[in-house]
């Protein structure tokens, strides 16, 4: 994650990788491809991370969408470097559309499933307010965390809860 603050993953050498972390070449490729596969495999712990944690809780009542909301942002900061670096220095943005799709199924799957909204408008609206929530988490570190986790789960969770209870059929 350091040197991703400095240079692009493309500029980054494994010999690089392996001076910074103090290891061999030999024990680096025991374990990783290249660079580009140690960043994959990064990515993929905090992916099932996440979703490990979503399906721990139930995001169909109000106040326990609040607090896994809020359990989220505190992982996030927990791994502040790590989500900080790959949301908004890191060129490639797979990583945000992963996080962008993890969350969107929850949301399509668990708070979506009221007959009133339409389901033909259920993955535009889920989009939206996913999309929406990225960019105030990433406005959130970049800001370097000026609210508490609570106050962004508040304000992330009024606006979804909003979007939602207002998209009913025509």
């Not at 994650?1 to 240079?7: A, D, G, Q, V, Y």
């Not at 580009?36 to 106040?63: G, P, S, V, W």
Request: hydrophobic content about 40%; overall charge negative.
């Amino acid at each position: 994650m350091t040197l991703l603050k400095s240079k692009a993953l493309s500029g980054i050498t494994v010999k690089e990788l392996c001076e910074h972390a103090d290891i061999n070449r030999s024990t680096f490729y025991t374990h990783y491809k290249d660079q580009f596969d140690l960043l994959r495999q990064i990515e993929e712990e905090i992916i099932a991370d996440m979703n490990t944690y979503l399906n721990q809780h139930n995001f169909e009542e109000k106040e326990q969408a609040l607090q896994t909301t809020e359990r989220l942002l505190e992982y996030i900061v927990s791994k502040y470097d790590i989500f900080y670096t790959l949301l908004n220095e890191n060129e490639d943005t797979s990583f945000e559309r992963r996080v962008m799709e993890v969350a969107s199924n929850f949301l399509i799957n668990n708070w979506m499933n009221d007959d009133e909204i339409d389901q033909a408008n259920s993955e535009y609206l889920s989009t939206f307010i996913i999309s929406g929530s990225i960019h105030v988490i990433k406005l959130w570190l970049a800001r370097n965390m000026d609210k508490t986790p609570h106050q962004i789960a508040q304000i992330i969770n009024r606006i979804a809860l909003n979007g939602i209870n207002n998209c009913y059929v025509d």
